[in-house]
């Protein structure tokens, strides 16, 4: 006999979920000071000088938004494969290629005004990354080829190609030997707004327009309704093959104006480190945010805080970056852990039938 | 020719733990993609145990229980809590990336004890060694490589020749039915993860107690992704592990081998040659519909009994 059954939730209230969201990331942050406070460090300075090193001053916050930008960009772009099912763990790929478009256009390219050399610069980096998605997606849709492993595979070619690039016929005869791709002219580098490049402005644009395009076209319906059935989809006579294909285009294409933004207006050129890890964390992000273009927004800031707060507390509490790491992982476990409370209902069985509900 | 090969087995071995821990975990139905996370973790735990007590077996206790550790926080979220597996392997693969570059810092550099050392130096087999060609390239190693062997011979049957391994294919293909038979899902499931785990562990044990044989951050290097592609590869068969870990170690070393032999190729696009061939490979076995080839059909999905 079960002591604890568990059952499928039909009704949870807003708040309910709410509550339980909240509870998640308290544990999380509880667990997280528990390690924290075992690795020999005081979690009640820590946290602080965590958020205090992601929005304590105006520099500061400037940081936090730098990484929440190529993260919220990012997580569209991941979001846009996910919710059709298709496992898109290729985003650091699609940011490279991307990046390498824009690149290409920043360094051969000259004369033309600034806006139009910026708008050529995205146009070539979501073709190039789109292209990096397109190869997967192809294949996914005429073969049935396994895409998380050939996405995943695409990633450490597109690292690999960059790197021969930034090594070899890429490299700039003015770095003195250095590995490193020359820089950009000034019109090939997004201005800046407030402080910050305008890929804050094009991130926040993208938020409304993706959320706009899965919820309200004909295209985002098809997407949602491939992911959750094939089955369905055929039956209402919808073309899976080209639906996974355009969205694929979509989701390569966003990743690689990541690659733009970052190429263009932070490293002001091609660097194999400018994806950051950030096409594995936009998964995370992107999931965490249920795959809804709105929470993507407010997901990446969060993590953003937490990415710079675990840079700053190196400085100022000589804490090594991996705390942060393991900090990161414990508290993702949780809220990963959460969302089953929210999907199901634990109830205590046996003589227990009655009582009430756990969580 | 001869020393060529008896290194690419050597950079092998790794892959071929992980890969066949990887099988293990997916035969049961999850697709654990924190394969790169449970070898760093098995890395830093085996040598930080190997280096405080010089004892050569409880280095490898402490590989296995960290993998297994690892494996269990991966298998309690996704078993028990149906949490995404892509996204939790993904999780895992930061937090054991963390978690060895801290518990690595202060070992950084430190080369393992000499005890250790002796105990992972080459030793012919006797009889075996003496086969021409064969002989030097795989029987001339050390015990902790001679250990991947066992794990191959010890999988195949485990996995085609007992109950309990047709027990757990059952689970990766039909949880359900499994479940109706009478087969504790839910044990298996744990069970085989966590052991999916320390092979993991093993594999990255091996890097830093013997094949590197001193610690240096982040020493696994991708070796993990390239084992989750092996899987693939293998289509799910320790023995074709065996083959395909082969084949990817010698590629890992041929850029270096070449120009050393005065060949001048880029070593940036010797390096991508595992990854294309891993995706020719996919491509390619999707194309034969064996049934023996194909992946579990439960993989990725979580069990919920009372969604039958």
Redesign the interface.
């Known amino acids: 006999m079960n002591l604890i059954q ?3 939730r039909e009704d949870l209230s807003k708040g309910k979920e709410r509550i339980i969201r909240i509870i998640a990331v308290l544990l999380s942050l509880l667990a997280a000071g528990l390690v924290i406070a075992i ?1 020999g460090y005081n979690p009640v300075e820590v946290f602080p000088s965590m958020v205090k090193g992601a929005i304590g001053t105006e520099i500061r916050l400037q940081q936090t938004i730098l990484k929440a930008i190529p993260l919220i960009v990012t997580s569209l772009g991941i979001l846009v494969a996910f919710k059709m099912k298709f ?1 898109n ?1 290729g985003g650091e790929g699609q940011i490279l290629m991307g990046a390498l478009g824009a690149s290409y256009i920043a360094l051969n390219v000259e004369g033309l005004p600034k806006p139009l050399m910026l708008l050529l610069m995205a146009v070539a980096a979501m073709i190039t990354g789109g292209i990096w998605a397109f190869i997967p997606a192809f ?1 996914k849709a005429k ?4 895409e ?3 996405t ?3 990633n ?2 597109a690292i ?2 960059v ?2 690039l930034q ?2 016929p890429w490299k700039s005869p003015e770095s003195q030997g250095f590995p490193k791709v020359a820089t950009f002219r000034e019109d090939a580098v997004l201005p800046s707004l407030f402080g910050i490049h305008i890929g804050w402005l094009i991130a926040l644009f993208l938020v409304v327009l993706v959320y706009f395009f899965i919820n309200h076209t004909k295209k985002g319906f098809e997407i949602c309704v491939v992911g959750e059935s094939t089955e369905t989809a055929r039956y209402a006579g919808m073309n899976i093959s080209a639906v996974i294909i355009i969205s694929m285009l979509l989701s390569g294409g966003l990743c690689g104006l990541t690659g733009m933004i970052q190429a263009s207006a932070v490293e002001k050129t091609l660097s194999v480190s400018l994806s950051g890890g950030y096409g ?1 964390t936009a ?2 992000t992107a ?1 965490l945010a249920k795959l809804n273009a709105i929470a993507v927004l407010f997901v990446c800031i969060a993590f953003a805080i937490l990415l710079q707060g675990g840079t700053y507390i190196q400085i100022s509490m000589q804490i ?11 508290i ?2 949780f809220v ?2 959460s ?2 409370f929210l ?2 209902k634990v109830t205590l069985a046996g003589k227990f039938r009655k009582a009430k509900e756990v969580a | 020719m001869e020393g060529f090969l008896a290194a690419a087995v050597v950079a092998s071995t790794p892959l071929l733990f992980a890969t066949l821990g990887e099988i293990i975990t997916e035969k049961a139905g999850h697709l654990n993609l924190g394969v790169e996370g449970l070898m760093l973790m098995g890395a830093i735990m085996g040598f930080v145990a190997g280096y405080e007590t010089g004892n050569p077996l409880l280095g490898l206790m402490g590989a296995v229980l960290a993998g297994a550790a690892g494996a269990l926080i991966f298998a309690f979220l996704t078993v028990s809590l149906r949490a995404n597996q892509v996204v939790t392997g993904l999780t895992l693969t930061i937090f054991g990336t963390g978690f060895a570059s801290f518990m690595g810092k202060n070992y950084v550099g430190l080369p393992v004890p000499v005890s250790i050392k002796e105990a992972f130096t080459p030793y012919p087999i006797p009889l075996l060694s003496d086969i021409p060609l064969i002989g030097p390239v795989f029987f001339e190693q050390d015990l902790f490589l001679y250990g991947s062997y066992l794990a191959v011979i010890l999988g195949t049957l485990y996995l085609y020749k007992t109950r309990s391994g047709l027990n757990l294919r059952a689970v990766g293909e039909s949880s359900a039915a499994a479940d109706a038979s009478g087969v504790n899902v839910t044990l298996y499931k744990y069970t085989h993860i966590c052991a999916g785990g320390a092979l993991c562990g093993l594999g990255g044990a091996y890097m830093s107690l013997s094949m590197m044989a001193v610690w240096q951050e982040n020493v696994v290097a991708g070796r993990g992704w390239i084992a989750v592609a092996l899987v693939i590869f293998a289509s799910w068969n320790p023995i074709k592990a065996l083959i395909g870990a082969l084949l990817f170690g010698g590629l890992s070393i041929l850029g270096f081998r070449l120009q050393s032999m005065g060949i001048h190729v880029s070593q940036y696009w010797v390096d991508m040659l595992p990854y294309a061939a891993t995706i020719v490979i996919i491509i390619l076995s999707s194309r034969k519909n064996k049934k023996e080839n194909q992946p579990p059909a439960n993989l990725g999905n979580a069990y919920f009994r009372e969604e039958r």
């Open positions: 568990i059952s499928k690795l496992w763990i294949f073969l049935g080829v396994n998380t492993i050939f995943l595979m695409l450490y070619i690999k190609f790197t021969y090594y070899g594995f998964i995370i999931w090594p970056a991996a705390v942060a790491d393991m900090m990161q992982g414990i993702l476990f990963l852990g969302e089953f999907q199901y």
